[in-house]
């Protein structure tokens, strides 16, 4: 079973962009999360931070690196994976990360500006792959009515 994670912080280094053998994207950076409440006893504000490793795959590896920069605060939803390896020492080591699913700007205190990237496929080109005949988010069905305000081929945001 996957823990499905929400969290939302600053991001504590720029996103660094690393590619595989098979030519697959791989990002990651660190994200810090804060929780600050006050003591009932001395009324006193408290505050801690935890830090996270988060790992982001293919094309949200892509927009991340093109999108964010250390100090960015997002909102990050994901699953927990444990990692397990040997150090140089012979010590068995593991570690907790997010594996990101959605990565997007907290607009809590700051504006963002979107823009929609071409869908690419495994080749990097315009069409995913697999599914062939099968819609584009947004776009009616072959001969299907928009039902909406915009026409087929604008966006309806």
């Known amino acids: 079973m996957t ?5 939302v912080g600053n ?3 720029d996103p660094e962009m690393r590619y595989l053998p098979s030519g697959a994207q791989n990002a990651t950076f660190g994200l810090a999360v804060s929780r600050r409440w006050r003591d009932q006893g001395s009324q006193e ?5 935890s830090f996270f490793d988060i790992t982001c795959w293919r094309d949200l590896a892509d927009n991340v690196c ?14 927990l994976e444990q990692r397990s390896w040997e150090d140089k020492e012979g010590n068995r080591r ?7 699913d959605e990565v997007g700007p907290s607009l809590r205190w700051a504006t963002a500006d979107i823009t929609k ?16 005949s099968r ?17 087929y081929d604008e966006e309806p945001f």
Do not use: F
């Open 94 to 100: 593991s570690k907790v990360e997010v594996t990101a």
């Open 11 to 13: 991001l504590t280094r």
């Open 45 to 49: 504000w408290k505050e801690q931070t």
């Open 66 to 79: 093109e999108s964010l920069g250390k100090g960015a605060r997002v909102i990050v939803q994901g699953r």
């Open 135 to 151: 819609p584009v988010p947004n776009e009616p069905a072959a001969g299907e009515s928009t039902g909406g305000s915009y026409t």
């Open 117 to 132: 990237t071409e869908r690419r496929g495994p080749d990097g080109g315009g069409n995913s792959g697999g599914g062939g």
């Open 3 to 7: 823990a499905q994670v929400t969290l």
